[in-house]
């Protein structure tokens, strides 16, 4: 029982109170996590209970997993308890009592790639035109009912019957209905499924609410409606339902996430045990205090104050870069410094760090970039958690490859990377086959693909792909000599769909993959910033470079970088949080919704008290993101924080008109960031508009044109698609249609 021990009063009060509804709502590393760790053990070793009787939810498969291993360390492994994820939970229920809903119990998960295939057939069946309306639109709202428990039935009645939701309405029954006929479920369905059972076979909740007499949920903010409906009604009868959680780091409301669950908790259950912790052992007494300065800021929330016997520790440190290389560079130096041994404990020893006490957490993945760079460049060994490297990336390898293929036409495995990328009707039997054509008449596939034979044996739509996949490659290769990088790769982003196919995706996915994309920019610009003259071919020689560097030591010591998102729950001794300006963090968005600012800052007080014992705060004022060079303004976020408790070179900088901001939750208009991203996805599609726009033009002979390279000329020679142009520095051959040319 010396696990006992080690909890403080109030939390021993919570692990030993096992009976009836128990509420333990306390900040962050207060011991939450630990106390419901020690209760299980608790059930289990004091109380005789049957780890076959208790369930524990939480979120992610690494909190899951880091739970049983801490319970397993208390009291033995091999009990097969269901600590699991919301998710994985309602699977193994539906194993065994899925034919309560008709559903075979070899049931199968669709995965996204199954669902979009589904709703294609649907919409071909439907005919409806899948180049207007994307399948992953549909699936966005489909899954949006599925969480609001709106059926294809209710749909007519929640949202009308005019001609678009009359089609949603048909794709969403249809859809339905061929998963049942399929016996398949998609991920929305496995929560909403297992609530579905337990509503339709009494006998089956019975069971489960018989088995389950100890339930325990931890980060219970993060809860949505059906994640809610589900635990209360296996907990309803015995009412032995412990949850955990911080209504200050509720961050998931833009996904469901309902707070009221964790506010009202008391009113669901009534003669609710509430249990408050207000002792912090995670941080030092100045990170707390930071972190307390910036929550307060919301207007929307129980007043709660942490406390912590650590002494008050270093200040936070605010490094104010000049741009975004200098803090990558200031950062991954930071680490260097600190783990070559040149850091003091208090005790007067001298250690060097682990690498992999440091974390580096950001707003948005893109950010990544620089700080794998910076880091690389040091040889210091990183992870990215949770994602991953930047040069990994499905759609930077993806872009990379068409880049590859315009440069050199012989790269078959760029080639094959891209051929259905996006979808052009060409599966994998067919890239198989005629790869093995190509390899018998000893040429590349792309050569082979120009034969019109083997074209002409395709499938029409394939044939039809591949026939506007080799003509715009050609024509791009044929023009990259002449064209700046940053433009071939705008053009490319468009002409070949790929960039359309993530838009009408619309999801919180394919939005991040178009940030990673864009963000690229940012990294062509650099080179062309140094080399005017870059070509593709200079550019892809540098950049294989760096996205080769993965032959680190990837292992356990190693720094950390990850989003303030995925960083929930975890804690580290040094943490970074990069990235301080307005517009980046709070994010832009977080201006579009009404709660929006203040989830942002419950995401920068989750942040701070990731830090144990030492916490930077960094921000850069001029930021190139997404191609953009920006100057910044620092973070509000950085000027609520009380500026006793900062130290370095971003404090001297602060504004004496900071106080200005200090009025709650509401941002004036007038502060609305700048809006990098979209400025960065306007210009793509313009530059490439530019492009296109010059094939509607007919030139002549004797026109006077303009490049944005080569600058004003005159037409020599126009014959078909290839123009002769004449500039001051000599004479270019130009395809209309790929040169951003205007003719004057
Ligand atoms: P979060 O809100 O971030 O999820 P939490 O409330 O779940 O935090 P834990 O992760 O359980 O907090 O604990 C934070 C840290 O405090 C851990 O390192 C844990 O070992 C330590 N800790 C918790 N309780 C005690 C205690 N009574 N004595 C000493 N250390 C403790
Ligand atoms: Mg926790």
Same mark, same amino acid.
């Given at each position: 029982?010396?696990?006992?021990?080690?909890?403080?009063?109030?939390?021993?009060?919570?692990?030993?109170?096992?009976?009836?509804?128990?509420?333990?709502?306390?900040?962050?590393?207060?011991?939450?996590?630990?106390?419901?760790?020690?209760?299980?053990?608790?059930?289990?070793?004091?109380?005789?209970?049957?780890?076959?009787?208790?369930?524990?939810?939480?979120?992610?498969?690494?909190?899951?997993?880091?739970?049983?291993?801490?319970?397993?360390?208390?009291?033995?492994?091999?009990?097969?308890?269901?600590?699991?994820?919301?998710?994985?939970?309602?699977?193994?229920?539906?194993?065994?009592?899925?034919?309560?809903?008709?559903?075979?119990?070899?049931?199968?998960?669709?995965?996204?790639?199954?669902?979009?295939?589904?709703?294609?057939?649907?919409?071909?069946?439907?005919?409806?035109?899948?180049?207007?309306?994307?399948?992953?639109?549909?699936?966005?709202?489909?899954?949006?009912?599925?969480?609001?428990?709106?059926?294809?039935?209710?749909?007519?009645?929640?949202?009308?019957?005019?001609?678009?939701?009359?089609?949603?309405?048909?794709?969403?029954?249809?859809?339905?209905?061929?998963?049942?006929?399929?016996?398949?479920?998609?991920?929305?369905?496995?929560?909403?499924?297992?609530?579905?059972?337990?509503?339709?076979?009494?006998?089956?909740?019975?069971?489960?609410?018989?088995?389950?007499?100890?339930?325990?949920?931890?980060?219970?903010?993060?809860?949505?409606?059906?994640?809610?409906?589900?635990?209360?009604?296996?907990?309803?009868?015995?009412?032995?339902?412990?949850?955990?959680?911080?209504?200050?780091?509720?961050?998931?409301?833009?996904?469901?996430?309902?707070?009221?669950?964790?506010?009202?908790?008391?009113?669901?259950?009534?003669?609710?045990?509430?249990?408050?912790?207000?002792?912090?052992?995670?941080?030092?007494?100045?990170?707390?205090?930071?972190?307390?300065?910036?929550?307060?800021?919301?207007?929307?929330?129980?007043?709660?104050?942490?406390?912590?016997?650590?002494?008050?520790?270093?200040?936070?440190?605010?490094?104010?870069?000049?741009?975004?290389?200098?803090?990558?560079?200031?950062?991954?130096?930071?680490?260097?410094?600190?783990?070559?041994?040149?850091?003091?404990?208090?005790?007067?020893?001298?250690?060097?760090?682990?690498?992999?006490?440091?974390?580096?957490?950001?707003?948005?993945?893109?950010?990544?970039?620089?700080?794998?760079?910076?880091?690389?460049?040091?040889?210091?060994?990183?992870?990215?958690?949770?994602?991953?490297?930047?040069?990994?990336?499905?759609?930077?390898?993806?872009?990379?490859?068409?880049?590859?293929?315009?440069?050199?036409?012989?790269?078959?495995?760029?080639?094959?990377?891209?051929?259905? &990328?996006? $979808?052009?009707?060409?599966?994998?039997?067919?890239? @198989?086959?005629?790869?093995? =054509? +190509?390899? !018998?008449?000893?040429?590349?596939?792309?050569?082979?693909?120009?034969?019109?034979?083997?074209?002409?044996?395709?499938?029409?739509?394939?044939?039809?792909?591949?026939?506007?996949?080799?003509?715009?490659?050609?024509?791009?290769?044929?023009?990259?000599?002449?064209?700046?990088?940053?433009?071939?790769?705008?053009?490319?982003?468009?002409?070949?769909?790929?960039?359309?196919?993530?838009?009408?995706?619309?999801?919180?996915?394919?939005?991040?993959?178009?940030?990673?994309?864009?963000?690229?920019?940012?990294?062509?610009?650099?080179?062309?910033? &140094?080399? $005017?003259?870059?070509?593709?071919?200079?550019?892809? @020689?540098?950049?294989?470079? =760096? +996205?080769? !560097?993965?032959?680190?030591?990837?292992?356990?010591?190693?720094?950390?970088?990850?989003?303030?998102?995925?960083?929930?729950?975890?804690?580290?001794?040094?943490?970074?949080?990069?990235?301080?300006?307005?517009?980046?963090?709070?994010?832009?968005?977080?201006?579009?919704?009404?709660?929006?600012?203040?989830?942002?800052?419950?995401?920068?007080?989750?942040?701070?008290?990731?830090?144990?014992?030492?916490?930077?705060?960094?921000?850069?004022?001029?930021?190139?993101?997404?191609?953009?060079?920006?100057?910044?303004?620092?973070?509000?976020?950085?000027?609520?924080?009380?500026?006793?408790?900062?130290?370095?070179?971003?404090?001297?900088?602060?504004?004496?008109?900071?106080?200005?901001?200090?009025?709650?939750?509401?941002?004036?208009?007038?502060?609305?960031?700048?809006?990098?991203?979209?400025?960065?996805?306007?210009?793509?599609?313009?530059?490439?508009?530019?492009?296109?726009?010059?094939?509607?033009?007919?030139?002549?002979?004797?026109?006077?044109?303009?490049?944005?390279?080569?600058?004003?000329?005159?037409?020599?020679?126009?014959?078909?698609?290839?123009?002769?142009?004449?500039?001051?520095?000599?004479?270019?051959?130009?395809?209309?249609?790929?040169?951003?040319?205007?003719?004057?």
């Amino acid at each position: 029982m010396d696990y006992l021990d080690r909890l403080n009063d109030m939390q021993r009060l919570a692990a030993v109170h096992t009976e009836g509804p128990l509420l333990i709502l306390a900040g962050a590393g207060s011991g939450k996590t630990s106390t419901m760790t020690c209760r299980i053990a608790y059930l289990i070793q004091e109380k005789g209970v049957s780890p076959y009787n208790i369930l524990a939810v939480t979120f992610t498969n690494k909190a899951a997993k880091e739970m049983r291993d801490r319970v397993e360390q208390l009291v033995g492994s091999g009990l097969n308890m269901w600590i699991l994820t919301f998710h994985s939970a309602c699977l193994r229920i539906l194993r065994s009592h899925a034919d309560v809903l008709g559903y075979g119990r070899d049931f199968a998960v669709y995965d996204p790639a199954d669902q979009k295939t589904l709703v294609k057939n649907i919409c071909k069946d439907l005919q409806i035109d899948t180049k207007k309306f994307n399948p992953a639109y549909f699936l966005s709202i489909i899954s949006k009912c599925k969480e609001e428990r709106i059926t294809p039935k209710d749909y007519p009645r929640e949202y009308g019957t005019d001609f678009r939701e009359e089609m949603i309405h048909k794709v969403y029954d249809a859809y339905e209905t061929q998963l049942h006929k399929n016996n398949a479920m998609d991920f929305d369905d496995l929560l909403l499924n297992a609530v579905r059972v337990f509503e339709q076979d009494e006998a089956v909740l019975l069971k489960y609410r018989n088995r389950f007499r100890y339930i325990m949920v931890d980060e219970y903010q993060d809860t949505n409606q059906i994640q809610y409906t589900f635990v209360r009604m296996l907990a309803e009868e015995h009412r032995n339902l412990c949850v955990v959680g911080d209504d200050d780091q509720c961050i998931y409301q833009w996904r469901g996430a309902d707070i009221r669950n964790i506010l009202e908790f008391e009113k669901d259950f009534p003669g609710t045990k509430v249990v408050k912790l207000d002792q912090n052992y995670r941080s030092t007494g100045n990170i707390l205090e930071a972190a307390h300065s910036v929550i307060s800021h919301n207007a929307a929330r129980k007043p709660k104050k942490l406390w912590t016997e650590a002494s008050g520790g270093s200040r936070i440190t605010y490094f104010q870069a000049e741009d975004e290389r200098e803090e990558a560079n200031y950062i991954a130096s930071e680490i260097h410094r600190l783990t070559a041994g040149s850091y003091t404990l208090e005790e007067g020893r001298k250690e060097g760090r682990k690498f992999s006490e440091f974390a580096i957490l950001y707003r948005t993945n893109a950010q990544s970039r620089t700080f794998e760079e910076a880091l690389s460049y040091r040889n210091i060994p990183y992870r990215v958690l949770g994602g991953l490297r930047y040069y990994d990336r499905k759609e930077i390898k993806d872009i990379m490859c068409y880049m590859r293929i315009v440069q050199n036409r012989a790269d078959d495995l760029a080639l094959v990377r891209i051929i259905n &990328e996006p $979808k052009r009707g060409v599966g994998g039997k067919t890239i @198989e086959k005629l790869q093995t =054509l +190509a390899r !018998v008449r000893g040429e590349s596939l792309f050569d082979t693909l120009l034969d019109k034979d083997v074209v002409a044996s395709l499938s029409a739509k394939a044939g039809q792909g591949i026939r506007e996949l080799t003509e715009m490659i050609l024509s791009f290769s044929e023009e990259s000599g002449n064209m700046r990088v940053s433009d071939l790769y705008d053009g490319l982003l468009v002409r070949t769909g790929y960039m359309k196919m993530l838009e009408d995706q619309n999801t919180v996915e394919s939005e991040t993959r178009i940030e990673n994309l864009m963000e690229f920019k940012s990294v062509i610009y650099d080179y062309e910033e &140094e080399d $005017k003259d870059l070509s593709l071919s200079d550019f892809m @020689e540098r950049i294989a470079l =760096l +996205a080769d !560097v993965d032959n680190h030591d990837a292992g356990e010591n190693a720094v950390v970088l990850m989003t303030l998102h995925s960083a929930k729950g975890l804690e580290f001794p040094f943490v970074f949080m990069p990235g301080m300006e307005d517009g980046l963090f709070p994010g832009w968005r977080a201006f579009d919704r009404p709660d929006g600012l203040e989830e942002e800052r419950r995401l920068c007080y989750v942040g701070i008290t990731r830090a144990k014992e030492r916490l930077w705060m960094t921000s850069a004022q001029r930021r190139m993101l997404y191609g953009k060079i920006d100057y910044t303004r620092e973070s509000q976020f950085m000027r609520e924080i009380d500026p006793k408790l900062l130290e370095g070179d971003g404090v001297y900088q602060k504004k004496p008109s900071a106080g200005m901001f200090r009025d709650g939750a509401r941002a004036p208009e007038a502060i609305r960031p700048f809006d990098q991203l979209k400025y960065a996805r306007q210009m793509t599609k313009r530059n490439a508009e530019a492009m296109q726009q010059s094939a509607a033009d007919s030139f002549a002979q004797g026109d006077r044109v303009s490049h944005p390279k080569f600058g004003e000329g005159e037409v020599l020679e126009a014959s078909g698609k290839i123009l002769r142009v004449r500039f001051a520095d000599g004479d270019k051959k130009l395809a209309i249609g790929f040169a951003p040319l205007k003719k004057l």
